[in-house]
């Protein structure tokens, strides 16, 4: 068995969007409960390809087990940063391929000039949890009953993982300011 990480490629789209499926049916994990209608995820997926954003997937054996983007959010002040997300089906976990996407997810990450990488995960998700610390993220803070599933609440946590050798601080010119 041989798992490779690549970038995400329209050949991936239709199994991509099936892992989505399965691992959102989990009801344990991502804030989605089942995949988006296939044309809105493909939009979604050509938008990355075309704009060459940061999103890997695993192939074992040549078929499609997980992914891990960091996608940009909205907001001029906030292009350094993007939010994290992944996922791998159920037989793929805890074979490393989980840390091998995120270590290349976050190399481009860090290769296309973003500084901060953020994620929510829910409290009781204890192995994405783990990973993260063990990637280097940093809990930044709880949120109370942020994910309602079949009537139950559950809190999450917001991480974070900063660039720490980005000793750029930018700020726009204040006219009152004198040189
Ligand atoms: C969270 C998730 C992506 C982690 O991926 P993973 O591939 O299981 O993570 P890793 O394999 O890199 O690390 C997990 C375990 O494998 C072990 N491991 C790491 N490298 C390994 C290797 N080469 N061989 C065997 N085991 C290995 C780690 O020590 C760790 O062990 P532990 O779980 O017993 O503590 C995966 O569990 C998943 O898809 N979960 C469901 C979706 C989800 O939670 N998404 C995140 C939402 S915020």
């Known amino acids: 068995m041989s798992t490779k990480i690549v970038p995400l490629a329209e050949s991936h789209f239709d199994a991509l969007r099936l892992v989505l499926d399965l691992v959102a049916r989990e009801r344990r994990y991502l804030a989605f409960l089942r995949a988006p209608p296939a ?5 979604f997926y050509r938008n990355i390809v075309a704009n060459d954003l ?11 087990v997980g992914w891990c983007d960091v996608l940009p959010t909205h907001g001029e002040s906030r292009i350094h940063m993007g939010t994290l997300g992944i996922g791998l089906i159920a037989s793929a976990r805890h074979q490393g391929t989980g840390s091998s996407l995120m270590e290349a997810t976050i190399a481009k990450a860090w290769a296309k ?21 063990r990637m280097g993220f940093r809990m930044e803070g709880l949120h109370q009953r942020a994910f309602l599933v079949d009537g139950e609440f559950y809190d999450s946590y917001s991480m974070a993982l900063l660039r720490r050798d980005d000793a750029r601080v930018s700020r726009p010119a204040d006219p009152q300011e004198k040189p």
């Open 39 to 43: 044309e809105q995820a493909f939009e």
């Open 54 to 64: 940061c999103h890997f997937v695993a192939l074992t054996d040549g078929e499609v």
């Open 113 to 133: 000039g973003l500084s901060r990488i953020e994620l929510t995960v829910r409290a009781d998700n204890l192995n994405a949890r783990a990973l993260y610390e």
